[in-house]
């Protein structure tokens, strides 16, 4: 898959796998990057979802994969009780 | 307003104790079951609430030792088969008083001194519940509560916890989730709080995945057999199964039954009063110009009559209650009754959501007992019998309920001895009931059979549990006078079945009671139009018979006595006359007197008599004595 960076945004495109959990982590690390489209997104590994739901970044856009769309995205929007890191 | 409360108290709490009672025979077999374990703490808990209104302090003690109890296998771990014998113990005891309550308005003596064994039994496991130990065996795993959401969605909960070396080991614990089928919810949130963000760790799984399905644990479980020990199950109930909901509308409302009854008691005399607009339509249509008044009034009649049959039948189905309640209170019995023996039983109910109408839910409870009682006394064998025949230890008696068109059936089946047709055909000469040569002509059911004849016991010694002196004849009767029959299939070394079949509702007949000479006899009150005292003087000799004039109309007499063979009364100086209705003609029949009117559940003739004309069955009176209900259209041809 790739990660792209736009300022402020990184768009998630195809299917994001367990190698792309570490890039992912590094950019959300940086206070910078704050915001994550999805809408070209075709599929989550565990290990990335789980850096999202860590880092909490403003989520945009929406996938066409119906699994992602109906069931995952509403499950980490949702989420709101979990505690956000702050460094 | 006390009386008011208690009735409830006690009504409500025979359901509450049911619903306990139910939930741990859940918890029992699956000590890990949430929901029964849900519902049986509420229903403690709502006991104990309600016996706080009234001066029970035994009783509330117990609740409410019982309760901490439960809290703590909530909380803490999974029950143990102590846990809920104990439980059960106090459920039963709880039954116990609630009978005497109902019975004498006081808890029974050595409530006091049960309260406190009872409560002292629950805290040493409370005690015990809390012990180190214990925590170290039970992961506190099973006290996972699926979010409020899920219920209402599907069938099953699933929450996976993946190990933290899951993605090292080649996992995507969300696409294993993502794989259920029937997948209708999730929820992803972290398994430890996330660490601080400089210190984050992409590799390390840290996530519990809670799904639901909305198919059922066995379909979904396959999903996650190679993350088996990673995954727990929760059956969510269906929004029918958890029963009425908490708040909101209720659906049912709990009505005095006497408030029912009275209603039943009005629809049935308005079905009598209309009946007298039929004859005044008659009257209208003889007027001079009176045709169209008499065809309008016949007109209106015609559709009160529809009117008032739709609620006699309504008023009836107001009156149904599920059998579930009254077959609940049995596992007590069984258990009681078992122990007295030194038998094991089991007792299972089946259709406890069949309605039948409550006289007949509130005349059962006495004969399905003592059903009961014959059944684990008489019908199982003792533990060493049952070895040797290689059934199982506990013996197996089923409560069955089901519909068959306008009856219900209602079994109690074991899978005891059964009944030896020979043993019994020896009882009865030996006991006079009947004689050798009477008895040898007997085939096998009808030797059965005679297991319902008074003055019959089957028992060889009389023992604490069966003998006491009432013998299956007044289960018979009981059924009898339910309008019903009772009868008994027996396998020899299988088991026994007691059946009772008995109407849905009950049809009662309002019936007239008249007596000729030294007999009495019902009227169906529904062909009765009036009564009338005519005095001799007004009886005019017709051709062979006798006549008298009402109003302008110019009546047949006949003497009910002579209809049906009964002694002729002899000359007086007037004539008790029941005029009634016999294929659209007026008929006066005179009786000696009209003693009670009266609403019966008459039952057809059977046997030799069922084709016995004018006769439209018969009933049983208060006093034990069969009334024949007469057909007056019938009698005259």
């Known amino acids: 898959m790739t990660i792209v960076r736009d300022g402020p945004v990184v768009r998630l495109q195809g299917i994001c796998r367990v190698e792309d959990a570490e890039p ?12 994550l489209d999805l809408a070209a997104c075709e599929g989550l590994h565990g290990a990335v979802i789980q850096a999202i739901l860590a880092f909490r970044p403003k989520i945009i856009g929406v996938p066409d994969d119906p699994f992602l769309r109906d069931v995952l995205l509403p499950a980490l929007i949702g989420e709101q009780s979990c505690e956000v890191p702050r460094a | ?57 035994p009783m509330s003690l117990m609740l409410h030792a019982a309760e901490d109890l439960l809290a703590l296998l909530r909380a803490e771990r999974t029950g143990v088969a102590e846990d809920f014998e104990a439980l059960f113990s106090v459920v039963d005891t709880i039954d116990r008083w609630l009978d005497a309550l109902d019975h004498h308005g006081v808890l029974p003596a ?43 969605k599907g069938l099953t909960a699933v929450r996976y916890t993946p190990r933290a070396d899951s993605y090292f080991a080649g996992d995507d614990p969300v696409a294993i989730i993502a794989a259920t089928p029937g997948l209708a919810g999730l929820r992803i949130s972290p398994r430890e709080p996330w660490a601080a963000s400089e210190d984050y760790d992409p590799y390390a799984c840290n996530l519990v995945l809670e799904a639901v399905s909305t198919l059922g644990r066995a379909e979904v479980e396959g999903t996650f057999r190679f993350v088996a020990d990673q995954v727990e199950f929760v059956d969510l109930m269906t929004r029918e199964a958890r029963g009425a909901p908490q708040h909101g509308a209720r659906k049912t409302l709990r009505i005095d039954a006497e408030r029912v009854d009275r209603l039943a008691a009005l629809a049935g005399d308005l079905v009598i009063a209309k009946n007298g607009l039929a004859d005044l339509a008659a009257q209208a249509e003889a007027l001079p110009g009176g045709q169209a008044l008499g065809q309008a009034l016949r007109a209106r009649q015609a559709q009160l009559d529809r009117l008032v049959g739709d609620l006699h039948v309504t008023v009836g189905k107001v009156r149904l209650v599920a059998l579930g309640p009254l077959f609940a209170r049995f596992h007590r019995m069984a258990r009681e009754i078992a122990r007295s023996l030194d038998k094991a039983v089991s007792l299972e109910v089946e259709g406890g959501d069949v309605e039948v109408d409550k006289t007949i839910v509130d005349a059962l409870f006495e004969p399905l007992l003592h059903v009961l009682r014959n059944a684990i006394d008489h019908g199982v064998e003792p533990a060493e019998v049952r070895a040797r025949a290689g059934k199982p230890a506990v013996a197996s008696i089923r409560f069955t309920a089901r519909t068959v068109a306008d009856q219900v059936v209602i079994e109690v089946r074991d899978d005891g001895a059964g009944v030896d047709p020979a043993r019994i055909r020896t009882l009865a000469t030996d006991r006079g009931v009947l004689t050798q040569e009477a008895a040898d002509r007997l085939d096998d059911q009808a030797s059965i059979d005679l297991i319902f004849t008074p003055g019959f016991s089957s028992a060889n010694e009389v023992s604490a549990v069966s003998g006491r002196g009432v ?10 006078k339910l309008g019903g029959k009772v009868e008994v299939d027996s396998q020899l070394g299988q088991g026994a079945t007691v059946r009772f079949i008995l109407p849905v509702t009950m049809v009662l007949t309002k019936v007239m009671v008249v007596t000729c000479g030294e007999e009495r006899y019902g009227l169906a009150l529904d062909t009765v139009v009036e009564t009338v005292r005519v005095a001799a003087e007004r009886i005019v000799p017709v051709r062979a018979g006798r006549a008298f004039q009402l109003r302008d109309a110019v009546v047949p007499l006949l003497s009910l006595g002579d209809l049906v063979g009964a002694a002729s009364a002899e000359t007086r100086s007037s004539e008790r006359v029941v005029v009634a209705r016999a294929r659209g003609e007026l008929v006066g029949l ?22 016995a004309p004018g006769v439209m069955g018969a009933t049983l009176l208060a006093d034990g004595a069969v009334l024949m209900v007469l057909d007056p259209a019938e009698l005259l041809t």
Do not use: N, Y
């Open chain 2, 110 to 152: 050595g409530a006091e001194e049960t309260s406190q064994t009872e409560t002292a039994r629950l805290r040493a496991l409370v005690a015990s519940v809390s012990a180190p130990a214990d925590l170290a065996v039970r992961p506190a795993a099973t006290s996972w509560r699926p979010p409020e959401g899920f219920a209402d």
């Open chain 2, 590 to 611: 005179a009786v000696d007197a009209i003693v009670d009117r009266m609403d019966a559940a008459v039952r057809p003739m059977t046997g030799l008599l069922a084709g």
């Open chain 1, 24 to 35: 992912l982590t590094a950019l959300l690390q940086g206070a910078s990057a704050s915001t």
């Open chain 2, 471 to 480: 013998g299956m004849d007044v289960v018979r009767e009981a059924a009898q």
């Open chain 2, 1 to 57: 307003m006390t009386d008011d409360l208690m009735v409830q108290f006690l009504s409500e709490g025979r359901e509450l104790v049911a619903g306990a009672e139910h939930d741990l025979g859940r918890l029992a077999r699956q000590p890990d079951d949430a929901g029964a374990l849900d519902g049986c703490f509420r229903a403690i808990h709502t006991l104990k609430g309600s016996a706080g209104l009234f001066d029970l302090r």
